[in-house]
């Protein structure tokens, strides 16, 4: 993980590869076209496979562009110093990726017909280590950590791209806008096929039964893991170091469960009921 970070309005940027010019420039220049596409998550949200799946509509279903242009390019992050020069060099309709919570979006989407393909998951595992490895915390098993210290994590401002539950929320206030669209992992997990059609349905694109059939095979987790276009295994060294670990790992939900003890989950649920009170939303896990 990136050590060194800088804030912007409040919140953490990895200096790596972002930039208080570029952020400032996407807040205020940035202009979005009518026909861009956001896909926008916090980090370790899905990210790579709603690009993909966005990617794959916008072809019709044929596999061609995915295998041969990398994910960063095909949806680049406009937040970033090279995603930024990237989607104002892209030919619309225009995929645009996004971890950026909705105070700090480009002003211009608001008055536009663009259209945001939201995404969520609940907690992932890698997720909680991102957070405990830019704390105090990172000499410290995820396991070790105490409740009390781990419900500290929960409630801060300071990991990268600011809290989930205020990324979350700060978004949810467009659900009833038409050109918003929001949908769970866990959706994805258990209906991919539904999912897509819906999604389709949300772009107005339409597609055919045997087009529809090839976006859902080609977005399977073993095709992105096998495509170097979208594995990230092209990516710099200095910026993710698969050595370690493969950037796309299980491919699965609730993988939490093998990783935080019951007192754990306990103090999550509180947490999570707390801080999503106030919020009229129910989301798949609100259900089990």
Same mark, same amino acid.
């Given at each position: 993980?990136? $050590?060194?970070?800088?804030?912007? $309005?409040?919140?953490?940027?990895?200096?790596?590869?972002?930039?208080?010019? %570029?952020?400032?420039?996407?807040?205020?220049?940035?202009?979005?076209?009518?026909?861009?596409?956001?896909?926008?998550?916090?980090?370790?949200?899905?990210?790579?496979?709603?690009?993909?799946?966005?990617?794959?509509?916008?072809?019709?279903?044929?596999?061609?562009?995915?295998?041969?242009?990398?994910?960063?390019?095909?949806?680049?992050?406009?937040?970033?110093?090279?995603?930024?020069?990237?989607?104002?060099?892209?030919?619309?309709? *225009?995929?645009?990726?996004?971890?950026?919570?909705?105070?700090?979006?480009? $002003?211009?989407?608001?008055?536009?017909?663009?259209?945001?393909?939201?995404?969520?998951?609940?907690?992932?595992?890698?997720?909680?280590?991102?957070?405990?490895?830019?704390?105090?915390?990172?000499?410290?098993?995820?396991?070790?950590? %105490?409740?009390?210290?781990?419900?500290?994590?929960?409630?801060?401002?300071? %990991?990268?791209?600011?809290?989930?539950?205020?990324?979350?929320?700060?978004?949810?206030?467009?659900?009833?806008?038409?050109?918003?669209?929001?949908?769970?992992?866990?959706?994805?997990?258990?209906?991919? *096929?539904?999912?897509?059609?819906?999604?389709?349905?949300?772009?107005?694109?339409?597609?055919?039964?045997?087009?529809?059939?090839?976006?859902?095979?080609?977005?399977?987790?073993?095709?992105?893991?096998?495509?170097?276009?979208?594995?990230?295994?092209?990516?710099?060294?200095?910026?993710?170091?698969?050595?370690?670990?493969?950037?796309?790992?299980?491919?699965?939900?609730?993988?939490?469960?093998?990783?935080?003890?019951?007192?754990?989950?306990?103090?999550?649920?509180?947490?999570?009921?707390?801080?999503?009170?106030?919020?009229?939303?129910?989301?798949?896990?609100?259900?089990?």
């Amino acid at each position: 993980m990136f $050590k060194e970070y800088f804030q912007y $309005k409040g919140i953490n940027f990895p200096q790596i590869i972002y930039s208080e010019q %570029v952020l400032q420039m996407v807040e205020d220049n940035f202009q979005v076209r009518d026909d861009d596409i956001f896909n926008v998550t916090y980090q370790k949200s899905g990210t790579v496979w709603m690009l993909e799946i966005l990617s794959l509509i916008h072809s019709n279903g044929d596999p061609s562009w995915c295998r041969t242009v990398p994910n960063w390019d095909r949806a680049p992050w406009f937040e970033t110093v090279l995603g930024y020069k990237t989607a104002l060099n892209n030919k619309s309709p *225009r995929i645009i990726s996004s971890h950026l919570p909705a105070q700090l979006f480009a $002003k211009s989407f608001f008055r536009s017909k663009a259209k945001v393909n939201k995404r969520e998951l609940l907690l992932s595992s890698n997720l909680l280590q991102i957070w405990v490895g830019n704390h105090s915390f990172s000499a410290v098993s995820l396991i070790s950590l %105490v409740p009390h210290h781990f419900c500290l994590i929960l409630l801060l401002n300071t %990991v990268p791209f600011g809290s989930w539950f205020d990324h979350v929320k700060g978004w949810m206030n467009l659900k009833d806008k038409e050109n918003f669209f929001f949908i769970t992992y866990e959706e994805l997990k258990k209906d991919l *096929r539904g999912s897509v059609v819906r999604i389709c349905q949300f772009l107005d694109k339409d597609l055919d039964d045997e087009a529809i059939d090839a976006v859902v095979a080609n977005a399977s987790f073993e095709a992105m893991k096998n495509n170097k276009m979208s594995n990230f295994s092209l990516s710099p060294h200095f910026i993710m170091n698969q050595k370690k670990s493969a950037f796309l790992r299980k491919g699965i939900s609730g993988d939490w469960k093998n990783h935080l003890s019951a007192a754990q989950s306990e103090c999550f649920d509180q947490v999570y009921q707390e801080r999503m009170r106030d919020l009229n939303v129910t989301f798949p896990w609100d259900k089990e």
